[in-house]
């Protein structure tokens, strides 16, 4: 048997822009995983992969799966990959704790996976790059134009400095800091925000390019106090990068709500996180006052709070 797993991720700073080329910064989440199991199984003929998702009822031979299923698009991609056109029968097994449609990055943690455990299984395990390209492919069933930062953050497993069309850069972390993940509870389909963005984008030109540009700089600052250790400088980042996706038109009143009851319970900084609309939002906070500020996250509407530390 071979096992693989890939962590969640959070967007910290940088969202939307990141789409139009500005750069962004995202950190993995090791609290949440996915993890696949590949096994060799005894089945009548060559080539047979049995496929297995108990989280979302899935149970079923790969063959008779959608091609355009994300997770027979992946195994598929995979073996061709690697060369192997009739590998043995196999059972893959997918299990994950990270929350669905959430912005943690649930479907690409599942593709990276897959692609470890079936490639190492075959003992041909690829390169981190290539990886993250394959699981790229899938994050395009999503949404036609992701920026790349999902895959790349969870398949590098570090936090990552992204830009579009350049290598990542790994940022190191000149002191550990408290961050809250926590979720409003509305779904909110990245593509769906993406369209937006994009549908302003078109209509105001000047306008959006230059929201982006001011995203892109505070995130540059951002990485700077990151390699720095400069904690303290980071939640006013936070809330200065939540304007600017204010004026995007990604934020919602239900963000809105757990922004402000972060900040009142005396957060550092607060923003949402990721696509926005819905999803989750994030605060940077004093350790020790993080239990009382999940406690007012809860009370403003948070259907879920994560209290992660974020460190090299
Ligand atoms: O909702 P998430 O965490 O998958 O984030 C989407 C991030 C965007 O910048 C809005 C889109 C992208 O492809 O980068």
Known sequence: MTTARAPGKIILFGEHAVVYGQPAIAVPIHQVSAIVEVTSISASRLGVIHVEAPDIGLDSWLHE????????????????????????????????????????????????????????????????????????????????TPSGIDNTVVTYAKPIFYKRGCDPE??????????????TGVQSPTAVAVEKVRRGWQDDPNIYESLFDEIGRLVLQARYSMERGQVNKLGPLMDQNQV??????????PLQALINAAREAGAYGAKLSGAGLGGNMIAIVDPLNAHAVEKALKQAGAVSTLTTEVIE
């Not at 692609?115 to 041909?124: A, E, K």
């Not at 395990?125 to 993250?132: D, E, G, T, V």
């Open 65 to 144: 799966m959608d091609q355009d299923q994300p997770l027979a698009r992946i195994i598929h991609l995979t073996l061709n990959e690697i060369g192997i056109h009739d590998p043995p029968a196999l059972g893959i097994t997918i299990s994950s704790s990270i929350p669905i449609a959430s912005g943690l990055g649930s479907g690409t943690a599942v593709s990276v996976a897959i692609i470890r455990s079936l490639s190492n299984h075959l003992g041909q395990s690829l390169p981190l790059k290539r990886q993250s390209e394959l699981a790229y492919e899938v994050e395009k069933i999503h949404h036609g």
């Open 170 to 183: 790994i940022i190191s972390i000149g002191a550990p800091f408290t961050l809250i993940i926590s979720d």
């Open 244 to 253: 600017l996706l204010e004026a995007i038109h990604v934020n919602s009143p």
